[in-house]
Every structure is written in structure tokens, then in C-alpha cells.
Nanobody, 126 residues
């Protein structure tokens, strides 16, 4: 299995919170990283947040900085995205994917990833 599986999406009101989970492929290595991306209808897939395998290095898109937190539990092969203070602009299909290499710069570009899951839908209404 190379694809990740995403869970935890839902419909919330503005200001609400959600926690997304990403079950990563079992075969991830210490030089790997995992990122969350999102895609709204009619828009290009957009970087949200990334974390390296050890969990000590993270990076966020400016639009979510201070509101979203990425973390991981390697014992569970799971990467989390804690989302707070949600806004309508956060409405999208959220995906996670893993690759080897550094977060910057390659990890910020969705084209650098090969295997994608089905995504989990987040809807934020006012």
C-alpha cells in the first residue's frame, strides 16, 4: 500500500474545529515527510502543512499559520491536522501524501507527490 487514507472531515460552522487524520503507507522512512494539501472546486491543489518523519520540522501555508497544527504518531502511522478557527475559505477536499526528501522546497508542490488518497471533505459554513 502506497496511498495514504484521510479521515475526519465534516461540516462545521465558522470558528469551529476539526481534527483530520492521515494513515500513511506502512513503508515510510526516516528521510520522508508527509504533507496536507487541499483543493476547492475549480481551484488548484494547495499546500497546507507538512511535517518531517521525526516530527521536529513543520511548515505551514501563511493562510493557516496560527490556526492549524500538524503532528504525527509514527507508532500509529498517523499524521494529524488539528484545525481551529475555521473559515469558509477553508472549505475544500483535504488530502495527505508522503514523499522522501526535505519539506522545502519540493515538499510544498503537490506535483512532487506520486500517490494520493481519496481525500476528506471539509465544509465551513457561516
Amino acid at each position: 500500500q502506497e496511498q495514504s487514507e484521510e479521515y475526519g472531515g465534516g461540516a462545521v460552522q465558522v470558528g469551529g474545529s476539526l481534527r483530520l487524520s492521515c494513515i500513511t503507507p506502512g513503508r515510510t522512512f526516516k528521510n520522508s515527510m508527509t504533507a496536507w494539501f487541499r483543493q476547492a472546486p475549480g481551484k488548484e491543489r494547495q499546500f497546507v502543512a507538512a511535517i518531517n518523519w521525526a516530527g521536529g520540522n513543520t511548515h505551514y501555508a501563511d493562510s493557516v499559520k496560527g490556526r492549524f497544527t500538524i503532528s504525527r504518531d509514527n507508532a500509529k502511522n498517523t499524521v494529524y491536522l488539528e484545525m481551529t478557527s475555521l473559515e469558509p475559505e477553508d472549505t475544500a477536499l483535504y488530502y495527505c501524501a508522503s514523499r522522501t526528501g526535505a519539506i522545502i522546497p519540493g515538499g510544498l508542490n503537490w506535483r512532487s507527490y506520486r500517490d494520493w488518497g481519496q481525500g476528506t471533505q471539509v465544509i465551513v459554513s457561516s
